[in-house]
C-alpha cells in the first residue's frame, strides 16, 4: 500500500475497520509530527522568525519555541 493510499480522510474514518483506521491515523499523526520537525528547523535555519512559524502552524509565538526551540 503506497504513503497515499494508506492516508485516511474523513470518509475513509466512516466506513472500514474502526480500528485499522485508529492504526493508520496514530501513524499519520507520527508522520506529519516529524515533517513538521524538519520544516520548522529548516525554516528556523532559512532565518524565519518563532513568530512567523507559528503563524504558519496556527499557534502561539511561544508554543512553538517551547515545542522545536534548543532542541
Known amino acids: 500500500m503506497s504513503k497515499e493510499e494508506d492516508a485516511v480522510t474523513v470518509a475513509a474514518a ?3 475497520d474502526p480500528m485499522e483506521t485508529l492504526r493508520r491515523i496514530a ?3 507520527r508522520e ?3 515533517a ?3 520544516a520548522v528547523r529548516r525554516a528556523r535555519v532559512g532565518g524565519a522568525s518563532w513568530a512567523f ?3 504558519l502552524l496556527g499557534v502561539t509565538r511561544q508554543a512553538v519555541h517551547k515545542r522545536y526551540g534548543r532542541r
Open 53 to 55: 512559524i507559528a503563524t
Open 14 to 16: 466512516e466506513s472500514g
Open 36 to 38: 513538521e520537525a524538519v
Open 32 to 34: 506529519l509530527d516529524r
Open 27 to 29: 501513524a499519520q499523526r
